[in-house]
């Protein structure tokens, strides 16, 4: 680790905030505070000053000093919702898809969730470890400097066992902050066919307890959701959680209005994620809350699912989060730029409040926004710096480009080109 850099003659630092914000709900979403001409230096990993360059007093032998004339700084993105360990890949299920087998059909067919689960339990678990190495060497490419990772495609003791402790050695071996969750019940496996309430309780008897001993889980989530797992299934799960600490973070709302948002909200949950099908009620069950609601714009774009009514929900003053939800079947992308650039296009979410919502909200979401999400002095200085690019609306309108230059994680520099 590099002790002190400088980064100086930033053409704007982008999302400076005081520590005490560690969300932002609607109306103030649309804002983001920058300084123009700026620097900010790093001190063990941790941001240590910001400001103008008009205040810049620096002995600048003591730094490795970086030049960012023309180019912006960003906190790292905050990915609160993925499935990034995974083993192989499922682009045949794609080419099913469009030729207009629907999610369930496809599901229902041994596909999906099973198929995924049926490599996961054949696959060792160093080449598990290899595969989602890569995949996390990506998304560091990508911007990302903090990740969730959830378990769910092992449907057994020991897959799961061996999903979380490669999450683990993630955690270990890597640079990112990364938070693991329990996603036991993400699909009733094979054995369980017929006996949806047996695999609950195996999930709560005999998965959880072993995840919870190894202290394995940050956090706990369930697929409640239509022809997955029901509310009453939902609420004994989190509640057996609870009894291990492990806050839930939900599916909820993808396929139908199934009651996700709500147990979730009962249950203190610090987000509720996808939200493709939200009305009054889910609305009123939010306002209030704790929990973040959570969009994952390209599970809705690869999947062709109608969009949640974020304009609505800003209104109203909701908070929004945006993460990417990576997995093999309804989002292979981690690309959290372009997740952005859904959410502009598609949600019609401005610049600003994408920006919020892949930064501080999604921080919120994964129970991190103390030390990540915004460039604050003593959070972590995960960040990066972006190619030359005119306005801070540029950088998402772009919507392919790699625009990301440098970036900065744990104070470890990784330069692109
Ligand atoms: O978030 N909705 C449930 N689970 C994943 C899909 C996982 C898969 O298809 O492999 C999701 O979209
Ligand atoms: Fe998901």
Known sequence: MRKKILIKNIKLLVQTRPDTTLKVSGKRMAEINTISNSYISVKNGIIDDFGSMSDYKFNEKEYFIIEASGKMVFPSFCDSHTHLVYAGSREIEYIDKIKGLSYEEIAKRGGGILNSSKLLNETPEEILYQQSLERIN???????????????????????????????KLKENTELIIKSTFLGAHAVPYEY??????????????ILPKVAEEGLADYIDVFCDKGFFTVNDTDKILSAGAKYGLRPKIHAN???????VQIGVKHKALSVDHLEYIGDNEIEALLGAETMPTILPGAAFFLNLPFAPVRKMITVGLPIAIASDFNPGSSPSGNMKLMMSLAMVNY????????????????YAMGVSNIAGSITIGKKANLFITKKIPTVEFFTYAYGSDLIDTVILNGKIYTKN
Do not use: C, P, W
């Not at 993808?254 to 009651?259: I, K, M, T, V």
């Not at 979410?349 to 501080?360: G, L």
């Open 348 to 363: 019609r979410m401005t610049a600003q409040e994408v920006i919020n919502a892949a930064t501080i909200n999604s921080a």
């Open 254 to 260: 993808e396929l139908d209005f199934s009651g996700g």
């Open 138 to 168: 990506e998304i560091i490419s990508q911007g990302t400097g903090a990740v969730e990772i959830k378990s769910g495609y092992g449907l057994s003791l020991k897959g799961e066992l061996k999903m979380l402790r490669v999450i683990k």
């Open 193 to 206: 066919k017929n006996n949806r309430t047996g695999f609950v309780k195996h999930v709560v008897n005999e």
